[in-house]
């Protein structure tokens, strides 16, 4: 079975500094990796995926994420966090061995602050 | 391209009443997925379909749901007899690989 762990509810982060949301994974195989991002009574936007290739992967709005095998990990980053990236941030994770449903960790808020 | 389009917006309902939620996926995607979201137990996936056929369904609740898909351009999720504990988000995603999703607005669900 495939999971995702966040195991941050919130992320409180000041305007200017960097911000980092983790996330943790469980597959069987090899994992395709995708963080989302939802503002409130909005649907879900794609921001990064990780398939193969580099482990750093860049993605929307500046953010970007590292593919860790070792630590089954992929934590979402950004150099410089702006008030507007305060929303609902979702890893998820498919297990390339099976069919191709996505699961989502339980998310994280991210709070910027001026 | 529109994306991927829900509807209602919005649906406010009484427990025991019939509720359908419908999803126009994007044209060319062959798979779609239904989700709910809830506060309590995030965003779960309750069914999905690959080439207008069910795959995996364990993830709806119980037998008062059920979802459709006749064609490619349309689904169904419904609830037959709806209770207040069904109150949630229900999105809709779609995908041409299984490597994109991209996901609806989403109906936000009331039972009262």
């Known amino acids: 079975a495939q999971s995702v762990a966040q195991p941050e509810d919130q992320v409180n982060v000041a305007e200017g500094n960097p911000l980092t949301v983790k996330c943790t994974y469980s597959v069987s195989g090899n994992p395709y990796l995708f963080w989302y991002v939802q503002y409130p009574n909005r649907g879900l936007q794609f921001l990064l995926k990780?398939?193969?290739?580099?482990?750093l992967v860049k993605g929307s709005y500046g953010f970007e994420a590292e593919f860790n095998k070792s630590q089954t990990s992929f934590h979402l980053k950004k150099p410089s966090a702006l008030v507007s990236d305060s929303a609902l941030y979702f890893c998820a994770v498919r297990d390339t061995g099976t069919a191709s449903k996505l699961t989502f960790g339980t998310g994280t808020r991210l709070q910027v602050t001026l | 391209d529109a994306g991927v389009i829900q509807s209602p917006r919005h649906e406010v309902t009484e427990m025991g009443q019939e509720v359908t939620l419908r999803c126009k996926p994007i044209s060319g995607h062959n798979s779609l997925f239904w989700y709910r979201q809830t506060m309590m137990r995030g965003l779960e996936l309750l069914i999905y379909?690959?080439?207008?056929?069910?795959?995996?369904d364990s993830g709806m609740p119980e037998d008062r749901f059920s979802a459709k898909m006749p064609n490619a351009s349309f689904s169904t999720l419904k609830i037959q007899p709806s209770e207040p504990r069904d109150s949630a988000v229900y999105f809709c995603?779609?995908?041409?690989?299984?490597?994109?999703?991209?996901f609806g607005s989403g109906t936000r669900l009331t039972v009262v």
């Open positions: 379909f690959n080439n207008n056929v069910p795959i995996d």
């Open positions: 995603a779609s995908s041409f690989t299984e490597t994109f999703y991209t």
């Open positions: 990780y398939i193969t290739g580099d482990n």
